[in-house]
């Protein structure tokens, strides 16, 4: 169980396209989704709290217009990253809390590795 | 506020133990502890709760000292599967936002 799915696994885009990567709980409703940023060898990093039916809230330092956030239903969340530019280059990874059961775990898909050229 | 993680890198070999620790300046809510292969997305292990401790796993264990402020992981009899590195996500927000700041990681890697 507890299973978080992301798509699409690898994108390579050019510079000033858009890319749209798309976080599901395969087993189980999420309210609350967040967004992860990792660079090589280093941290997570946490961009941004997807609330279902609401707002996405963004940490210090994340661009809310460079990367819009929808959570549309209980199971999935998007994240598009507008007019990509290499510097974005990065591993995006989602993370989901299941409703209920006290809602302290996460758990997280398998990330999104975004090559910007 | 990124906590910090000790030691940064072990080497073990099969069998062996290893504690890998996670030291906040800030007063802890909630402690959750993940393991990354290379490539992979976070696994999660356990949680440790503000009060009280969880366990996800038998030869892996946890603590949580809520006065010093850190987390003590505990690998017992480790095997070739523990490889990876661990991170702790730490939660300052007494509110539950789940909102997670994580350590820099300590690599383990276990040889036969």
């Known amino acids: 169980g507890a299973v978080v799915s992301q798509h699409p696994s690898r994108v390579i885009c050019k510079s000033g396209t858009s890319v749209k990567i798309e976080c599901r709980s395969l087993?189980?409703?999420?309210?609350?989704m967040f967004w992860y940023r990792q660079f090589p060898k280093q941290s997570l990093m946490l961009m941004a709290t997807?609330?279902?039916?609401?707002?996405?809230?963004?940490e210090q330092g994340v661009e809310k217009d460079k990367f819009l956030i929808n959570h549309a239903s209980l199971t999935l969340s998007t994240l598009t990253v507008t007019s990509a530019h290499p510097e974005d280059s990065s591993f995006y990874i989602c993370?989901?809390?299941?409703?209920?059961?006290?809602?302290?775990?996460?758990?997280f898909g398998p990330g999104t590795r975004l090559t910007v050229t | 506020q990124q906590p910090v993680q000790s030691p940064q890198a072990v080497i073990l070999r099969e069998g062996e133990d290893a504690v890998i620790n996670c030291s906040s300046s800030?007063?802890?809510?909630?402690v959750h502890w993940y393991r990354q292969k290379h490539g992979e997305a976070p696994v999660f292990l356990m949680i440790?709760?503000?009060?009280?401790e969880q366990k996800g796993h038998e030869k892996i264990s946890a603590s949580f000292n809520e006065k010093k402020q850190q987390s003590s992981l505990y690998l017992t009899a480790s095997q070739l599967s523990y490889s990876g590195t661990y991170f702790c996500?730490?939660?300052?927000?007494?509110?539950?936002?789940?909102?997670?700041?994580f350590g820099q990681g300590t690599t383990l890697q276990v040889k036969p």
């Open positions: 993370s989901a809390r299941p409703v209920g059961g006290g809602g302290y775990e996460q758990y």
């Open positions: 087993d189980f409703q999420a309210t609350t």
């Open positions: 997807s609330n279902e039916g609401s707002k996405a809230t963004y």
């Open positions: 800030k007063a802890l809510y909630s």
């Open positions: 440790l709760l503000k009060g009280g």
């Open positions: 996500g730490t939660d300052l927000d007494s509110s539950n936002t789940g909102k997670l700041i």
